[in-house]
């Protein structure tokens, strides 16, 4: 490619690049093999890169550069086996976003050597940068559908003699993208080498080497990163320690054209200690229109002093303003009259109020002014600002998940799946939208939650009515728990079971224990409290058509687990051969506390009057009792000779025509006993209930 055609890219901004043909027999710090390349995604990995980069031209191997922590740095480097590949990805890669982002792309530059550590690295560098190792050589860049060694040996036995040849795999047994071959000579080796260049397998470049050992190579890479670092780290947008990324990147692009035309390695340092360094008179504004620029900001608070820099906030992806800016002052009063004078109001406030200052007001907004911090306060504000956001949304302290939107992901199919191979594409797809929209629901409204016992079941036949449905329930609890005996199901965790019976703690309180066993005890409740069929015409009952969608409620969260995991993708036996699609309800926080509090009512209820009978039940046997011992001692008789008496007292009673009894004495009995007619007839019907029953 000539210098002509490199001028004709649109990305080519940088005039060391422009020379690359030119200058290619000179001695000019540039390592024309390998390219440095920033603005790198901090989520993408080496194997991206190298991907993204293959596609151009075939690549030796790439590196992104990572923190003690193994994080990505956003920079990384890209070696070629040819001069002309490095130079044809460096204008291919400029014009190509890789994850929805341009990358910025240079040649990488030598490291000055110290005069002490001359002696030592020239030898290192004279020494051939990849060394043999038994004649073995590594052939990057291959194709997935090249899968036996075979067909490498054939290949390269041309060149000479072949010991053997292996291609590396992955775990999952995925290809690596390149493959060893060992050559019984060396001369064969560097034939090899020699011939193989511009070799296509099965269509596409590969790129053929010597291969070193795993502890040199790790070592060669590791030098040439920190060579790489020493003379490029004014140029990375993530190094520069200021008080916040965004104004870093507004910081580094600044310096990086001053850094590209001048290529001593003092003035690449004293760039980078300037880029690293605290700002000490430097504060956070809000609130400023999405298109105030640099100079309209530094001039707005050059009223209070000297401005050094005023730089509005970024969005790395989008490139669009975020609304705030950093401005950064000379002198400390300037710095401090600023802070100190500033308005209290809300960031967001359009309302002007008398005694605001006009230099605090920018294109009629009020101006909200915070001290700048240093990186790690940022980071732990934004922690902060993280975790009342989550309570915000429902989340306690402690990733405490009041909203249970964790159960968003309980049942859920993708295409990655094992379950995706037995379902339909329609039934994919209208899994995946219901997932977004349950989603988007749950973020707009957060009085939404999602049930810990109720279920949402779609895709039912249209004959079931509730009956069935609620039948359809228990047999998945207990199908369920004999593929758990059967050891084709995995059982529920510790930590599954753990959380139902905290549920129920959380419903009933202190008598929680007391009404599970009820509920396990009793015939009338059994593992599913509610099944519910949703009919096209509302109150239309089992007579009319079903929408084929319902509800079903369980007893607990455990019972609610199995009967998921049982239904979800289950295939009803019938004509309709969808499979169900299972998902825990979204319910309403009031809605649910209304129901909640009836409940209780109800409960109270019922324990209030249970104990009224327990009450009536002493009393009655207190007053069988009483009554019997006092007749007892009158007559001087047992039970059964007062019965007989009352019996014949009852015959004579009948049978004398004497005149009437007085009313005195007809309400004695009424008298002696003490008790009111309503409790008399609970009485009776308690005593004639014994007596069915005996």
Known sequence: MSEEDVNKSNVMVESVDLKQESVKNQDDGLDRKTLFVRSIPFEATSEELSEFFSQFVPVKHAVIVTDNERKS???????????????????????????????????????????????????????????????????????????????????????????????PKKKGGQMCGFAFVIMKKNSAAEKAVEGCQGLKIDGREVAVDFAV????????????????????????????????????????????????????????????EKSNRQEPFSIFVRNIPYDADTESLKEHFSTFGTVKYALPVVDKETG????????????EDAYLDCLDNAPTVA?????IAD????????????????????????????????????????????????RNLFLLNEGRITENSKLAQYISKTDLELREKSYKLRTQQLKKNPTLHLSLTRLA?????????????KALGRKAVVQFATEVKEGKRQPLSKEEVNRSVKFKHSIYGADAEEEIAKSKNSKHKGVVKQAKVIMEV????????????????????KAALMGLRWLNAHELEGLNKRRLIVEFAIENAQVVKRRREKEMIA????????????????EEEDNGDAESTSKGKKFGSSDKKQKKARKGSQKKGNMNKGAPKSEESQKEPTNKSGLSENVKKIIGLKRKRRKSKK
């Open 73 to 167: 740095r956003g920079f990384g480097f890209v070696s070629f086996t040819l001069d002309d590949d490095c130079l044809t990805a460096l204008v291919e890669s400029r014009k190509t976003k890789f994850k929805d982002r341009l990358l910025r792309v240079d040649v990488a530059k030598r490291r000055d050597r110290k005069p002490q550590e001359g002696n030592e690295r020239q030898e290192k560098s004279h020494v051939e940068p990849i060394e043999k190792r038994r004649a073995r050589l590594i052939i990057r860049n291959l194709p997935w559908s090249c899968k036996k060694p075979d067909e490498l040996k054939k290949i390269f036995s041309k060149y000479g003699a072949v010991f053997d040849a292996y291609i």
């Open 213 to 272: 050992e795993k502890s040199k190579w790790e070592q060669m890479k590791d030098e040439e990163v920190e060579e790489e670092e020493d003379n490029e780290s004014s140029e990375e947008q993530e190094e520069a320690d200021s008080t916040n990324k965004d104004e870093n990147d507004e910081e580094e692009e600044d310096k990086d054209d001053e850094s590209d035309n001048d290529d001593a390695s003092s003035e690449f340092d004293e760039l980078n």
């Open 320 to 331: 669009l303003a975020k609304g705030s800016a950093f401005v950064a002052f000379a002198k």
């Open 347 to 351: 960031s967001t406030s359009m309302l």
């Open 355 to 402: 005694d605001v200052s006009p230099s605090y007001v920018y294109q009629g907004r009020i101006l909200s002014i915070a001290s700048a911090v240093d990186r790690d306060s940022a980071s732990k504000l934004a922690d902060r600002n993280s975790l009342k956001r989550k309570e915000a949304l429902g989340k306690a302290p402690g990733e405490k998940d009041k």
């Open 457 to 469: 079941i779609r895709n039912l036949p249209r004959a079931m009515n509730a009956k069935a449905l």
């Open 538 to 557: 509302k109150g239309s009952g089992e007579t009319g058509r079903s929408r084929g969608y319902g509800f079903i409620e369980f007893r607990d969260h």
């Open 603 to 618: 409960r109270n209820q019922n324990k209030d009057n249970s104990k009224k009978r327990k009450r009536d039940d002493n």
